[in-house]
């Protein structure tokens, strides 16, 4: 299984980017696909997941109406559109999926990209 993320940069604040994240070598269908994104000195955090079965996509509170998921349903690429930046949103964006439903941890996914770095400047 492999996922390789694209688009990340750096951007000034208010500065938009698109993330892709292209998808392959899944044996089955997975079930969840998402971001998640690590700042320096901090933990991981999810920012959005679709859950494929239900057809419904998370987000995390403070990205909502900023950061848009899209694809992932047939199953090669996934995006995510990333408007209204802020410096608080620099950090390495991975993405990620699962077997299973979007967990809220990081542990719940099996599979991770190697990352892509987004810098926003003040």
Do not use: H
């Amino acid at each position: 299984v492999r996922l390789v993320e694209s688009g990340g940069g750096l951007v000034q604040t208010g500065g938009s980017l698109r993330l892709s994240c292209q998808a392959s070598g899944f044996a089955r269908d997975y079930f969840a696909i998402g971001w998640f994104r690590q700042a320096p000195g901090k933990g991981r955090e999810r920012l959005s997941c679709l859950d494929r079965k239900i057809g419904f996509t998370y987000y995390r509170d403070s990205v909502k109406g900023r950061f848009t998921m899209s694809g992932g349903n047939d199953k090669n690429t996934v995006y995510l559109q990333m408007n209204s930046l802020k410096p608080e949103d620099s950090a390495v964006y991975y993405c990620v999926a699962a077997d299973g439903f979007c967990s809220d941890y990081e542990t719940g996914f099996d599979y991770w990209g190697q990352g892509t770095q987004v810098t926003v400047s003040s």
